[in-house]
């Protein structure tokens, strides 16, 4: 009989291991922009903006964030509803770790944009880790609680809560996010399992991050490293591992 997991009562600051979740928060800065199609650039050519934007697009590329922020403003003040220039322009300054400079375009890139816009999620990434990184915390968790009733409780916004609920130590808060995130999971979405196994680890508890493991598996075994990380713990991943397994308790 398999023992539920219980999260501990330390609030010690934790730092995360370098796993699914601190992926997925780093993944915004590391993209490239430019994505636009060849024949979408073209057109932006008539709007006096992105003559800018796209030159800035070249100059982030070439890594001189600094010029490809001041272009990013340009375009940004040419055109105050185009949310890429303002999300670049931000990141351009999160490179050069010029956190409170960058904090300005990512807000106002939060405010213009759309509930499913493609710069959405890498917004409000960039936006957390502004607020982290000057070390306004209260001013964190108010935003990221704002976040998941904006967004209508989505999963990735919960485990952006319990990401930096456990990097500034609240661990309780972390309890509840990472148990919203699972209620709130769509079928076969095993993130919300392996973000809390990668905290499991994180706080040295390996029994209870094998378990949420094996549910993660069980839900979709095919997700990221999941497999791996279960031979690594001596799961031995044949028929029976398909098998469903007691759903792990994020509150104890």
Request: hydrophobic fraction near 40%.
């Amino acid at each position: 009989m398999h023992q539920s997991p219980t999260l501990g009562t330390n609030r010690t600051r934790t730092t995360l291991r370098v796993g699914a979740l601190t992926l997925l928060m780093a993944a915004a800065l590391t993209l490239v922009p430019g994505c636009e199609s060849a024949k979408q650039k073209v057109a932006n050519t008539f709007d006096g903006y992105a003559v800018y934007r796209n030159r800035a697009y070249d100059l982030y590329r070439a890594g001189k964030f600094d010029q490809a922020a001041v272009q990013f403003k340009e375009a940004a003040a040419r055109n105050g509803a185009d949310v890429a220039s303002h999300y670049w322009w931000g990141t351009s300054l999160m490179n050069l770790a010029r956190y409170d400079d960058a904090q300005l375009p990512l807000e106002q890139a939060y405010a213009i944009t759309d509930a499913d816009g493609a710069y959405t999620a890498r917004i409000l990434d960039r936006l957390a880790e502004v607020y982290f990184q000057q070390q306004r915390y209260e001013k964190l968790h108010a935003f990221l609680d704002e976040v998941t009733q904006r967004y209508h409780q989505q999963t990735r916004d919960f485990l952006r809560q319990a990401y930096y609920q456990v990097k500034t130590g609240d661990l309780d808060g972390a309890k509840l996010a990472f148990t919203k995130a699972a209620n709130f999971a769509e079928p076969g979405d095993a993130s919300p399992y392996v973000a809390l196994a990668d905290f499991y680890e994180s706080v040295r508890q390996p029994d209870n991050a094998k378990l949420v493991l094996r549910y993660a598996y069980h839900i979709n075994p095919e997700y990221k490293d999941v497999p791996g990380r279960l031979r690594g713990y001596g799961v031995v991943l044949g028929p029976a591992a398909g098998l469903e397994p007691p759903q792990p308790l994020v509150l104890p």
